[in-house]
């Protein structure tokens, strides 16, 4: 397809609508004609359409490209193209992790507003055959469904949320960018005509207010009712018509939620008011109407905006997800989708342009932005053999690089995927509070039932407008947003700086913290350690002994392996050659593997030589023979090579304690937190660490088992333990945690258990996520008193007659944004002293 720049560049994207960015333009034949697209992504779905045969879909899509879908019939027609099994598989992932059968998919879904959106479309998913899963992420308006596809396609999940009203497409970030100017574009001409209407229909009811008093002719009465029908009803039925869709989708699962008491109130009003004109006797209540119409619209706007600022980390991150590469072949150099990439691949990069695959640099030195996924704001250099991750910018030189990591396993695709999860999500205190919403609902149904039949006997002129007010008044949306708004803002503002939150309620969790657990290698050290001596044992050579090290190793990602594996000043390392058999690693312990019938282990001292389970009398007897050289006493770390239980060679490593450790340590017992060191390492160099760093408790030689067994007796005596570890053979220990915190630089994240990743080496991350943790937890509370103090003052004036209908709309809307407004307090980190539990 030929990539030569058209002039004049059409404006918009045959496939999806967006606008057609400058620079040298896409084409792709479609339909017969050369059309225009907007990106790769775009040009590949067109293409695939034509392939399959599937193009006259464009000549039947029931709308524009990135116009709304609105109707079953049109969301069945927009969806055809996914009968396609090869165009489904592009939008779906099997990391679901439910089993080799299942895949996952994000949907990206117009009409998400609130909690009870969420209630409704879980309800309705969970009763279809074949899905396994469903997480809403409500800010993104996504929804996350596991299932199995032997059962169920995604066009018929696509369609059962059509059934309910919600239209729902693929997730790709161009379409999430015009879905959100879509909705921003829809909520402002709602706001617009709410706003005329309730202007233009207050002077009609002016004249009504004053002939009350004054006197009006019968004629005239019935000319200002029948203006104030004709400018109300397009107020309802089409600036409110979200309120009426969003009440009926919740009738239809039985789960009423917070927009059948607002559907209730507007449609009661609305048609009393018209028997009220048809029949000329009554009140009529159009003005009311409108003005509560606009203000609930100004208040959900407002949050709209609020929510999409929240989660515009997320859409940073996919919209970093890097498009072409230049790909090296024999015939050159070649531009190509960066999904074509497979590892091994060399390519090049050249300044200013998004490196599209981790990688090793193979020739240059530059510098590469990574603010957005380490939340480091400083390029980072590179040189030859440093590593470069997908979604950096290179800054200043071009770049030669291998890959590594591909498509979905790069680290900005593992960092996407945890972020996702996270706001999908739900933890145990939000699903409480929704719960809790929904009673709340219905007894506000209850009330309004019984303040209507009481003031019908009481004084039946007021019963109408009063029952509005409590229905509006009353209306849990404030109680809805209380913990969701909080936490959403505090885990964006974390993964601004670099912690990456990535289980739900592991903010609430942290803030219940009393203890840290830390794993020293790679946690409290650099991680990085360094290889200073070799010293065999007998008759060993030491350059034999490494080279056996290093074959052991050669495919271990603990630090120490890299280290074996890394050359030594002036060194040359000769190619691995050796043919290791059932290599094995054992976690926390070391590596063992067999060679022409031997055994070979290297790793803890006592392991090696295979009397880590042995009783304390044969311990005490093969002692000597596993005794730690004199000379290497002093190093940090010490791993001893045996072969067949015979000792080979002790191998010294330099791994020096993190520069920010000690000032961490520090800021988190100012914050009243107990902190204790275990430690796989039994060299004396582990009791030095944490003396140096003031640990009051230590554990050394600990095996997995014993770590787990630590933090289980830490949880049994009450404590609330929150566990941070190197995130590569911590994995149990990670697990027993009431919080884990793993560091995350250099690791495949995709496999990290912890519920919290450190994305850049800064410990001084974790007391900023404690406070933060502890405000959020603080303003989450606030939040829930505010609206449960709220409803409940108010309840009374609206059942007494004292809170007209449209300052009940006005103070719903206001509760909902204070609401939202203190949540965003949660944003501002601390990076100084702690504000107490």
Same mark, same amino acid.
């Given at each position: 397809?030929?990539?030569? +720049?058209?002039t004049?560049?059409?404006?918009a994207?045959?496939?999806?609508?967006?606008?057609?960015?400058?620079?040298?333009?896409l084409f792709?034949q =479609?339909?017969?004609?050369?059309?225009?697209?907007?990106?790769?992504g775009c040009?590949?779905?067109?293409?695939?359409?034509e392939?399959?045969?599937l193009?006259?879909?464009?000549?039947?899509?029931?709308?524009?490209?990135?116009?709304?879908?609105?109707?079953?019939?049109a969301?069945?027609?927009?969806s055809?193209?996914?009968?396609?099994?090869?165009?489904?598989?592009?939008?779906?992932s099997?990391?679901s992790?439910?089993?080799?059968d299942?895949?996952t998919?994000g949907l990206?879904?117009?009409?998400?507003?609130?909690?009870?959106?969420?209630?409704?479309? $879980?309800?309705?998913?969970?009763?279809?055959?074949?899905?396994?899963?469903?997480r809403?992420?409500?800010? $993104?308006r996504?929804?996350?469904?596991?299932f199995?596809? +032997?059962?169920?396609s995604?066009?018929?999940? =696509?369609?059962?949320?059509?059934?309910?009203?919600?239209?729902?497409?693929p997730d790709?970030?161009?379409?999430? /960018?015009?879905?959100?100017r879509?909705?921003?574009?829809?909520?402002?001409?709602?706001?617009?005509?709410s706003?005329?209407?309730?202007?233009?229909?207050?002077?009609y009811?002016?004249?009504?207010y004053?002939?009350a008093?004054?006197?009006?002719?019968a004629?005239?009465?019935a000319?200002?009712?029948w203006?104030?029908?004709?400018?109300?009803?397009p107020?309802v039925?089409?600036?409110?018509?979200?309120?009426?869709? +969003?009440?009926?989708?919740e009738?239809r699962?039985?789960?009423?939620?917070?927009?059948?008491?607002?559907?209730?109130a507007? !449609?009661?009003?609305?048609?009393?008011?018209?028997?009220?004109?048809?029949?000329g006797?009554?009140?009529?209540y159009?003005?009311?109407?409108?003005?509560f119409?606009?203000?609930?619209?100004?208040?959900?706007?407002?949050?709209?905006?609020?929510?999409?600022?929240?989660?515009?980390?997320?859409?940073?991150?996919?919209?970093?997800?890097?498009?072409?590469?230049?790909l090296?072949?024999?015939?050159?150099?070649?531009?190509?989708?960066?999904?074509?990439?497979r590892?091994?691949d060399?390519?090049?990069?050249?300044?200013?342009?998004?490196?599209p695959?981790?990688?090793?640099?193979?020739?240059?030195?530059?510098?590469v932005?990574?603010?957005?996924?380490?939340?480091?704001?400083w390029?980072?250099s590179?040189?030859?053999?440093?590593?470069?991750?997908?979604?950096?910018v290179?800054?200043?030189?071009?770049?030669?690089?291998?890959?590594s990591?591909?498509?979905?396993?790069t680290t900005?695709?593992?960092?996407?995927?945890?972020v996702?999860?996270a706001? &999908?999500?739900?933890?145990?205190?939000m699903?409480?509070g929704?719960?809790?919403?929904s009673i709340?609902?219905?007894?506000?149904?209850?009330v309004?039932g019984?303040?209507?039949?009481?003031?019908?006997?009481?004084?039946p002129?007021?019963?109408?407008?009063t029952?509005?007010?409590v229905l509006?008044?009353?209306c849990?949306?404030?109680?809805?947003?209380?913990?969701p708004?909080?936490t959403?803002?505090?885990?964006?503002?974390?993964?601004?700086?670099?912690?990456?939150?990535?289980?739900?309620?592991?903010?609430?969790?942290?803030?219940?913290?009393?203890?840290?657990?830390?794993?020293?290698t790679?946690t409290?050290?650099?991680?990085?350690?360094?290889?200073?001596?070799v010293?065999?044992?007998?008759?060993?050579d030491?350059?034999?002994?490494?080279?056996?090290?290093?074959?052991l190793?050669?495919?271990?990602e603990?630090?120490v392996?890299?280290?074996l594996?890394h050359?030594?000043p002036?060194?040359?390392?000769?190619?691995?050659?050796l043919a290791?058999e059932s290599v094995?690693?054992?976690s926390s312990?070391?590596v063992?593997?067999?060679?022409?019938?031997?055994?070979?282990r290297?790793?803890r001292?006592?392991?090696?030589v295979?009397?880590?389970?042995?009783?304390?009398?044969?311990?005490?007897?093969?002692?000597?023979?596993?005794?730690?050289?004199?000379?290497?006493?002093?190093?940090?770390?010490v791993v001893l090579?045996?072969?067949d239980?015979v000792?080979? /060679?002790?191998?010294?490593?330099?791994?020096?304690?993190?520069?920010?450790?000690?000032?961490?340590?520090?800021a988190?017992?100012?914050?009243?937190?107990?902190? $204790?060191?275990? &430690?796989?390492d039994?060299?004396p160099?582990?009791?030095?660490v944490?003396?140096?760093?003031?640990? /009051?408790? =230590?554990?050394? /030689?600990?095996?997995?088992?014993?770590?787990?067994?630590r933090?289980?007796?830490l949880?049994?005596?009450?404590r609330?333990?929150? =566990?941070?570890?190197d995130?590569?053979?911590?994995?149990?220990?990670l697990?027993?945690?009431?919080v884990?915190i793993?560091?995350?630089?250099?690791?495949?994240?995709?496999?990290?258990?912890?519920?919290?990743?450190?994305?850049?080496?800064?410990?001084?991350?974790?007391?900023?996520a404690?406070?933060a943790?502890?405000?959020?937890?603080?303003? !989450?509370?606030?939040n829930?008193?505010?609206a449960?103090?709220?409803?409940?003052a108010?309840?009374?004036?609206?059942?007494?007659?004292?809170?007209?209908?449209w300052?009940?709309?006005?103070?719903?809307?206001?509760?909902?944004l204070?609401?939202?407004?203190?949540?965003?307090?949660?944003?501002r980190?601390?990076?100084?002293?702690?504000?107490?539990?």
């Open positions: 397809m030929s990539l030569a +720049a058209v004049p560049l059409p404006e994207c045959f496939h999806c609508g967006l606008e057609v960015p400058e620079g040298e333009p792709a =479609v339909l017969g004609e050369r059309r225009a697209m907007c990106c790769i040009r590949a779905a067109a293409e695939m359409l392939a399959q045969g193009s006259d879909w464009y000549r039947h899509r029931a709308s524009p490209p990135g116009a709304r879908a609105k109707t079953l019939e969301v069945r027609d927009e055809g193209i996914l009968e396609s099994k090869e165009i489904e598989a592009a939008f779906l099997d990391r992790g439910v089993g080799a299942r895949r998919a990206l879904v117009e009409g998400l507003q609130c909690a009870a959106c969420i209630w409704v479309i $879980e309800a309705h998913l969970d009763g279809v055959d074949g899905v396994e899963g469903v809403i992420a409500l800010a $993104e996504r929804v996350v469904v596991d199995d596809p +032997a059962r169920v995604l066009r018929d999940i =696509v369609l059962r949320l059509a059934e309910i009203g919600f239209a729902a497409r790709r970030p161009s379409e999430a /960018a015009a879905l959100e879509d909705e921003n574009r829809t909520a402002l001409i709602r706001l617009g005509v706003g005329l209407g309730a202007m233009n229909v207050m002077s009811a002016m004249g009504l004053v002939g008093f004054d006197g009006i002719e004629g005239s009465a000319l200002m009712r203006m104030g029908f004709l400018v109300a009803t107020v039925w089409v600036a409110g018509r979200p309120f009426f869709e +969003a009440a009926w989708r009738l699962v039985r789960r009423p939620g917070m927009d059948v008491p607002v559907a209730l507007i !449609g009661g009003a609305y048609l009393v008011s018209v028997y009220a004109t048809l029949a006797v009554g009140e009529v159009f003005e009311s109407i409108c003005m119409i606009f203000f609930l619209l100004v208040g959900r706007y407002l949050e709209q905006r609020i929510r999409q600022r929240a989660c515009s980390l997320s859409r940073s991150l996919a919209e970093s997800r890097p498009t072409i590469a230049r090296e072949t024999p015939d050159g150099e070649r531009v190509v989708e960066a999904s074509r990439l590892v091994g060399c390519f090049r990069v050249r300044p200013g342009e998004t490196i695959a981790d990688g090793v640099v193979l020739e240059g030195e530059s510098a932005q990574e603010a957005l996924l380490t939340g480091e704001p390029p980072r590179v040189a030859c053999a440093g590593a470069v991750v997908a979604g950096s290179n800054v200043s030189s071009p770049l030669r690089v291998e890959a990591r591909v498509g979905d396993e900005l695709a593992s960092i996407l995927r945890l996702e999860r706001q &999908s999500e739900r933890s145990t205190a699903r409480l929704d719960r809790v919403g709340f609902v219905v007894a506000v149904l209850v309004a019984v303040n209507f039949l009481a003031w019908s006997i009481l004084e002129s007021r019963a109408i407008w029952t509005r007010s509006v008044a009353t849990p949306c404030a109680l809805g947003l209380a913990l708004a909080a959403a803002a505090a885990t964006h503002a974390l993964a601004r700086v670099g912690l990456l939150v990535t289980r739900a309620g592991v903010l609430d969790e942290l803030a219940r913290a009393d203890h840290f657990v830390f794993d020293k790679g409290l050290t650099s991680g990085e350690p360094r290889l200073i001596a010293e065999p044992v007998a008759d060993t030491a350059s034999q002994a490494l080279e056996l090290a290093r074959h190793e050669r495919d271990a603990h630090p392996a890299r280290a594996r050359p030594r002036g060194e040359r390392v000769r190619p691995l050659h290791f094995r690693v054992v312990m070391g063992e593997g067999t060679l022409a019938g031997h055994r070979y290297i790793g001292p006592d392991w090696a295979g009397v880590d389970a042995a009783s304390p009398a044969e311990r005490e007897k093969t002692a000597g023979a596993i005794a730690c050289p004199h000379g290497l006493r002093g190093a940090p770390v090579l045996a072969r239980g000792p080979l /060679a002790w191998f010294g490593f330099d791994d020096p304690i993190r520069p920010d450790a000690q000032a961490a340590m520090s988190l017992r100012a914050d009243g937190f107990s902190l $204790e060191m275990l &430690s796989g039994p060299s160099g582990a009791a030095k944490a003396e140096s760093l003031g640990l /009051a408790a =230590v554990v050394r /030689a600990a095996r997995p088992e014993q770590k787990v067994e933090v289980q007796a949880q049994r005596e009450g609330r333990v929150a =566990v941070v570890g995130g590569v053979n911590d994995g149990p220990v697990r027993a945690g009431d884990s793993a560091m995350g630089s250099g690791c495949d994240l995709s496999r990290l258990g912890a519920s919290a990743v450190l994305l850049r080496d800064d410990l001084s991350l974790l007391p900023t404690v406070r943790a502890r405000r959020m937890r603080r303003i !989450g509370i606030e829930l008193v505010w449960l103090a709220y409803n409940v108010v309840l009374p004036l609206a059942v007494t007659g004292h809170l007209p209908p300052l009940a709309a006005l103070g719903m809307s206001a509760s909902s204070v609401v939202v407004g203190n949540a965003l307090r949660a944003s980190l601390d990076a100084g002293r702690g504000e107490g539990a």
